[in-house]
């Protein structure tokens, strides 16, 4: 069974640094076609790729928050580190740890964490 | 603005067949990308429902069944139920944008 929490404080003030963390069971990063990332949803709205590390220590941003987003994996902790620079108020969201398959060439994310909401406010 | 289009809501009739649009471009959908479909429920985490354009996961009924055409898929949930109300996400990738991109996302209402 897989299964994946986030973790990371709920409130963080304006400019400063976000830092979640995801621990995950039932798979290894270390396994052909495994990855893991991360999923954002805004109050009310879509969702939104941020980033994702994969098994063969690759790593992709999203080219619009690139700046701001840095990926880590700690595969024999099973643990995926997300830090995001710079908040704002409009990066208040709910943030979702997700596992990706990676077949054919193609990336799906296959199972999700719960979310965690985090607020954005001075 | 998302880079995939979807209807904001749709809704039927339970028993009904209901279909949700999705319309990409050809630096996506088009492009020969897949497209996977992500189900929410109110107050939960997305669910995958379809991978791979028309691939159903472990678990998840026949009644849920994807296709794609062009630049456009489609997910169709055939006998709508009261269970299945809840809003719906595709998700491809975009090589112009280097990016794993969704849609808005299709509220289903089951009336």
């Known amino acids: 069974q897989i299964t994946l929490k986030e973790s990371g404080p709920t409130l963080v003030k304006p400019t400063q640094t976000l830092t979640l963390t995801c621990t995950f069971s039932?798979?290894?990063?270390?396994?052909?076609?495994?990855?893991v990332g991360w999923i954002r949803q805004p109050p009310g709205k879509a969702l939104e790729w941020l980033a994702v590390?994969?098994?063969?220590?690759?790593?992709r941003h999203s080219p619009s928050l690139k700046s701001r987003l840095t990926i880590t994996k700690y595969t024999s902790k099973n643990q995926v580190v997300l830090t995001m620079t710079n908040m704002d108020p409009v990066d208040t969201a709910t943030y979702y740890c997700v596992q990706s398959r990676t077949v054919s060439g193609t990336t799906r994310f296959d199972h999700w964490g719960q979310g965690t909401l985090v607020t954005v406010s001075s | 603005q998302s880079v995939l289009t979807q209807p904001p809501s749709v809704s039927g009739a339970p028993g009904q067949r209901v279909t949700i649009s999705c319309t990409g471009t050809n630096s996506n959908i088009g492009a020969g990308y897949d497209v996977h479909w992500y189900q929410q429920l109110p107050g939960t985490a997305p669910k995958l429902v379809i991978y791979g354009d028309n691939s159903r996961p472990s678990g998840v009924p026949d009644r849920f069944s994807g296709s794609k055409s062009g630049t456009a898929a489609s997910l169709a949930i055939t006998g709508l139920q009261a269970e299945d109300e809840g809003s719906y996400y595709c998700q491809s990738f975009d090589h112009s944008l280097s990016a794993w991109v969704f849609g808005g996302g299709t509220k289903v209402t089951a009336l």
């Open positions: 590390t994969f098994w063969d220590d690759d790593k």
């Open positions: 039932g798979f290894s990063l270390s396994t052909d076609e495994m990855g």
